[in-house]
């Protein structure tokens, strides 16, 4: 029987086949082989008990997709949620979560939830920023119900990660798209503008035909381990309408003179909190190289 990993815990894998939800073991050939299934594979099982929903995996079906990190299978892309206000979005880990999927060749989409805190020249401004960035700029709010028919639009027929900060209403997001799914919301700490983490291992809920929601744990910190700084302009495709107007190639887009990237930025071409970014960025991993 073919089924989808759904969940794994403490060497167990729920696995979703034919409507139903199977607790299984991998067979120790597995281990033998160095591969270790994960949420998100499709996989070949073997009812053991029908009644109580036991099995084993027996095969793990080729993989379209790996993402390092979180550590899953096939995913099609990344939903990142993060909040319109309460708190603030923080644009800096935006910005590395995006290279982050750009290096495992994950589409994103992004989402600003709780768009009942803002007005839409707010709106505006988020959308401006990122509108050449290579992703899809999505709004919500779960409090108002506003959005949700969109984001149904851009998950049907495929296998999405839901990614993003704690607090910003990822499980809310997930709840309303799934009421079955009966996550935890996490309330805001009024003193440091976070969300608990209610989520702590990955997990896939089906929430349509072909269309599955995978939910991740929350992050507060992302740090690049294997990203060149020559390598990092290569990340942000709204440079690349201006790269032609370097005066030298391989420009970097820090200290050299007559930069076309430099000048679009002065323009209001590419937004100054991506720019600045990207120079924090290529700093980072200059001064990492040192040491």
């Not at 499709?42 to 099995?55: A, R, S």
């Not at 930025?265 to 924090?280: Q, T």
């Amino acid at each position: 029987m073919k089924g989808k990993i759904i969940k794994g815990i403490a060497g167990f894998y729920y696995v979703y086949a034919n409507g139903n939800t199977y607790e299984c073991k991998a067979k120790g050939k597995f281990r033998n082989q160095k591969v270790k299934p994960l949420v998100g594979d499709d996989v070949d099982i073997t009812v053991l008990n029908e009644e109580e929903h036991l099995g084993n995996i027996e095969r793990i079906l080729p993989r379209h997709s790996e993402l390092i990190r979180p550590a899953v299978a096939n995913v099609d892309q990344t939903l990142v949620v993060f909040a319109a206000a309460s708190p603030n979005p923080n644009f800096n880990l935006l910005d590395r979560f995006l290279i982050m999927m750009e290096q495992q060749k994950v589409p994103t989409v992004i989402c600003f939830n709780k768009m009942d805190l803002i007005t839409q020249d707010v709106m505006k401004e988020y959308w401006k920023i990122y509108c050449n960035s290579g992703c899809r700029v999505l709004e919500a709010s779960t409090y108002e119900e506003h959005g949700m028919d969109v984001i149904r639009e851009v998950l049907a027929g495929k296998t999405t990660a839901l990614a993003g900060p704690s607090g910003v209403g990822k499980s809310s997001i997930m709840n309303m798209l799934n009421p079955d799914a009966n996550m935890d919301t996490g309330a805001i700490s009024t003193k440091i503008q976070r969300g608990k983490h209610t989520t702590r291992h990955s997990e896939i809920l089906p929430i349509g035909e072909e269309t599955y929601l995978m939910d991740t744990p929350g992050f507060s910190s992302i740090y690049f381990y294997d990203v060149e700084a020559e390598d990092l302009k290569k990340y942000y495709r709204e440079f690349d309408a201006y790269e032609p107007y370097c005066r030298f190639a391989g420009c970097n887009h820090i200290g050299e003179k007559e930069c076309g990237v430099k000048q679009a930025v002065e323009d209001g071409r590419i937004a100054r909190s991506r720019y600045d970014n990207y120079c924090l960025f290529f700093k980072e991993m200059k001064d990492k190289r040192k040491y």
